[in-house]
């Protein structure tokens, strides 16, 4: 697939690198410099080049949307028209000092994502990991029992092609459901990264649900 990065920091970098490795055509946009975009693709290796956001746009298959809350508006502005593009967005809606989230509760960073861009097709994915355990789990990934990553969307076809990047990522996807499940799964990703940093268990947390029943 060709695949555009818009925010190329520790996720979107990490990301894009592991989507490249896997053999996908990737172009990483949006960072405060250039020189950063192009050293990313030349350590990706494979089919990587850097771009801006609306070249990252042009003809890609996905996009993966991880800029801070605050820099979602701008970077769609840079990317331009995406109609009908997937946009698989791991960017939580935090405040400006990354202590909470501005938006949960009745709704999401990613369903008020789907509505500043209803011409696209928005999957909530990736947000529930931290980007440090990323290149480990993509080196573990030929392992028999993966880490699971749930994902949420309300397109069947754009949640397919989620899938399949949480697969080359390392992960056992799991569909949990319509894009307002995202309303649970934000939250869960405080969880995640709060014990991640501050304890030693949620690597573990993100890695693994054992299903019930
Ligand atoms: N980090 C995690 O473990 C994690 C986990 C789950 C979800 N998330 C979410 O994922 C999203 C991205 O997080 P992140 O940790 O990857 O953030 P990050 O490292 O700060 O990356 C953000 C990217 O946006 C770019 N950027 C910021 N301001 C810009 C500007 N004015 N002009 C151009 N580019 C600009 C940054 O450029 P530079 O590269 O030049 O700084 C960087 O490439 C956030 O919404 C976060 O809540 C993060």
């Not at 080359?168 to 309303?183: E, N």
Request: aromatic residues 8%; contains cysteine; proline residues 4%.
């Amino acid at each position: 697939m060709r695949i555009g990065i818009l925010g190329s920091g520790l996720m979107g970098g990490k990301l894009g690198t592991i989507f490249a490795r896997a053999g996908h055509e990737v172009v990483f946009s949006y960072a405060r410099h250039k020189a950063k975009l192009e050293g990313l693709a030349r350590d990706a290796g494979g089919n990587a080049r850097a771009g801006t956001p609306g070249e990252a746009a042009r003809n890609a298959d996905a996009l993966l949307l991880a800029v801070h809350w605050s820099r979602v508006d701008d970077v769609l502005a840079q990317a331009g028209d995406l109609s009908g593009k997937v946009i698989v967005t791991c960017s939580l809606p935090m405040n400006a000092d990354d202590t909470g989230l501005v938006i949960a509760h009745t709704t999401s960073g990613a369903e008020e994502l789907a509505k500043k861009v209803p011409e696209a097709r928005v999957v909530c994915a990736f947000n529930t990991v931290p980007s440090e355990v990323l290149f480990s789990v993509f080196e573990d990934r030929r392992k028999a029992t993966r880490p699971s990553l749930v994902y949420c969307g309300d397109d069947a076809g754009s949640k397919e092609i989620a899938a399949e990047l949480i697969r080359d990522a390392g992960f056992d996807p799991v569909d949990a459901g319509p894009l307002r499940i995202a309303r649970y799964t934000e939250p869960f990703a405080l969880l995640v990264g709060q014990l991640a940093y501050e304890g030693t268990e949620g690597p573990e947390l993100a890695y693994r649900f054992e299903w019930l029943g």
